[in-house]
């Protein structure tokens, strides 16, 4: 059974960081890409950053240059460090793998940046 554990939300000021983590379990951790979303009030689900098994990452153009995506196949984590946070990226941010066509989410951790 797949799971993925998120934790690192929180409230932050604008200009701050904050640091996601993501636990896996129940998966082949080393072989497939993660990602993480985000979801804000009213809005679609969106990617945030993937990575794959060998390290090649994409990110979204509005967090490039601020967001970097992490991960290590031996702890089975995934790990999301942000930077110069504003109010925009206030959302949940999920933690995401895709086996075959079927999606799996965390529960999701939310973060608040205030202005």
């Known amino acids: 059974q797949v799971q993925l554990v998120e934790s690192g939300g929180g409230l932050v000021q604008a200009g701050g960081s904050l640091r996601l983590s993501c636990a896996a379990s129940?998966?082949?951790?080393?072989?497939?890409?993660m990602a993480w979303y985000r979801q804000a009030p009213g809005k679609q689900r969106e990617l945030v950053a993937r990575?794959?098994?060998?390290?090649?990452?994409n990110y979204a153009d509005s967090v490039k240059g601020r967001f970097t995506i992490s991960r290590d196949n031996v702890k089975k984590m995934v790990w999301l460090q942000m930077n110069s946070l504003s109010p925009e990226d206030t959302a949940v941010y999920y933690c995401?793998?895709?086996?075959?066509?079927?999606?799996?989410w965390g529960q999701g951790t939310q973060v608040t940046v205030s202005s």
């Open positions: 990575i794959t098994s060998d390290a090649s990452r």
């Open positions: 995401n793998v895709r086996l075959g066509t079927k999606d799996y």
């Open positions: 129940g998966v082949i951790f080393s072989i497939n890409p």
